[in-house]
Structure formats: structure tokens, C-alpha cells
């Protein structure tokens, strides 16, 4: 196992990619992420809020950055290659993208008997759940928790997917405990998005300079 060259409980702001690349290999036991969903709207928080400055832009368009990971990912990851290339639209792509070099960096962050959630809405959660099949293998997805937001939870009729969002559960080796993980994990989330609506503006503009995964 790696050993953490990060104290417990550190918050960092900003892009996550360049922190996680100095991040010791095989350190983390777990992983949950509530990325943009390719919703196409960009978010500000109202002035006057005490989030105030923070934005997020979740409108995508292919970039030639996006196409020179690609290229290193076709020639590294040639099944996680396959699986972007499935993305209906060039805008997918990129979303894939910027997902796909994020993902590798967290495999790599985990240990083997780490566990990752990944939050997300049917716009993409296919597409992402192929993407880590490919990534942390198939043979390690776990579970799927769907869950319904409070008051959203019977509906009159019908099933409205909007009230409903998606963590995949992989876990790169071992057995989960997948019962427990899961109720502290939506404590953790309910806890932390009651009091954190704050975040710093990220962008995917880092240069693939490097290994992605390696
Ligand atoms: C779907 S929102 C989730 C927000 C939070 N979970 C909540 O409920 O308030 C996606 C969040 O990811 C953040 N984000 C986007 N790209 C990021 C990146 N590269 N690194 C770190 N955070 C990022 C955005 O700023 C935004 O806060």
C-alpha cells in the first residue's frame, strides 16, 4: 500500500487533476465524486450568497487538447479509448474526456482494496459506467444506489428520472461492505452538500503531458 503524503481531512480548491498527480499511488481507500453531469448549463452562485465568485461551466465542446488525449489514450487504454468513441456527439467526447483522465488518476490513487462511487444522472451514467468497466474492470463494479431525493420519492404516477441519480460503486479489489459504505456515504454526501455549496471554478484546460493512469 501506498503511504498518504496528504494529512487527513485536507481540503484543497481548484482543478482536481493536478492535485490528485501528487498524490502517492495506492493511498486512498476511498473515492466519491459528484462531477459536472454534461447537463449543458453553466452554474454561478448568487451574488450576495457566501458562495458567491464560484462557478462551473458543464457545457462542453471538443478541443484539440481533448483530441491529443485521445491519441494517448487510444495508444495506453485502447478498451477505455473504445468506450469514448461510443459518445453520440463530439460535446460528449470531451465530457468523456475530462472524466476519463480523472478516473485513471483515481485508480491509480486507490488502494487495491479501495472502494469508488461515482455520482451521476442517466444523461451519461452510461456512458461512465462502460468507461470504468474498462477502467477498474468490470469484474470490480460492486452495485448501483439509486436514490430519490427527499419529497421526490412516490411519485402520483410515472417515474420521473429527474428525482433520481446514480452512484456506481466499484471496488478494485476485495469484498464490500457495500451495506455499510453506502448509508455513511449518502450521510457524508447529505452532510457535506448542506454545508459546503461553495466550490473553487475548475477548468480542463492541463496539458497531457504525462501518463495518464501510470
Ligand atoms: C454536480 S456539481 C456537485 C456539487 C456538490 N456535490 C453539491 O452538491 O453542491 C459538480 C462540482 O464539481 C466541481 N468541479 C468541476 N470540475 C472540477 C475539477 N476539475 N476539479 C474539482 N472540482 C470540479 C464544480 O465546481 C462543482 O462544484
Known amino acids: 500500500m501506498g503511504v498518504p503524503n496528504w494529512g487527513d481531512k485536507t481540503v484543497w480548491t481548484g482543478d482536481n487533476l493536478p492535485i490528485m498527480r501528487g498524490m502517492n499511488s495506492a493511498s486512498v481507500d476511498l ?14 452562485a448568487p451574488i450576495g450568497s457566501k458562495a458567491a465568485g464560484a462557478a462551473f461551466k458543464d457545457t462542453w465542446t471538443l478541443t484539440d487538447l481533448d483530441v491529443e488525449w485521445l491519441n494517448l ?36 490513487l486507490l488502494k487495491p482494496t479501495g472502494s469508488i462511487y461515482l455520482h451521476c444522472d442517466p444523461t451519461m451514467s452510461h456512458y461512465l459506467k462502460v468507461m470504468m468497466d474498462a477502467i477498474f474492470g468490470h469484474q470490480n463494479f460492486r452495485n448501483e444506489i439509486i436514490w430519490a431525493y427527499a419529497g421526490g420519492g412516490d411519485p402520483p404516477q410515472g417515474f420521473p428520472p429527474e428525482t433520481r441519480h446514480n452512484p456506481a460503486v466499484f471496488q478494485r479489489g476485495g469484498s464490500a461492505d457495500l451495506q455499510r459504505s453506502a448509508s455513511s456515504l449518502w450521510t457524508t ?14 477548468q480542463n484546460g492541463i496539458s497531457p503531458g504525462w501518463n495518464p493512469g501510470q
Not at 477505455?80 to 485513471?104: D, E, G, N, T
Not at 454526501?189 to 475548475?202: D, P
Request: net charge positive; glycine share 4%; aromatic share 12%.
Open 31 to 44: 473515492i466519491y465524486l459528484d462531477p459536472p453531469f454534461n447537463s449543458h448549463a453553466n452554474y454561478a
Open 73 to 108: 489514450i487510444e495508444g495506453k487504454h485502447p478498451q477505455l479509448w473504445r468506450s469514448i468513441q461510443a459518445a453520440a456527439a463530439p460535446s460528449y467526447k470531451s465530457y468523456l474526456v475530462y472524466m476519463a483522465i480523472r478516473l485513471l488518476e483515481m485508480r491509480r
Open 189 to 202: 454526501q447529505h452532510n457535506w452538500t448542506s454545508s459546503h455549496r461553495s466550490r473553487g471554478h475548475a
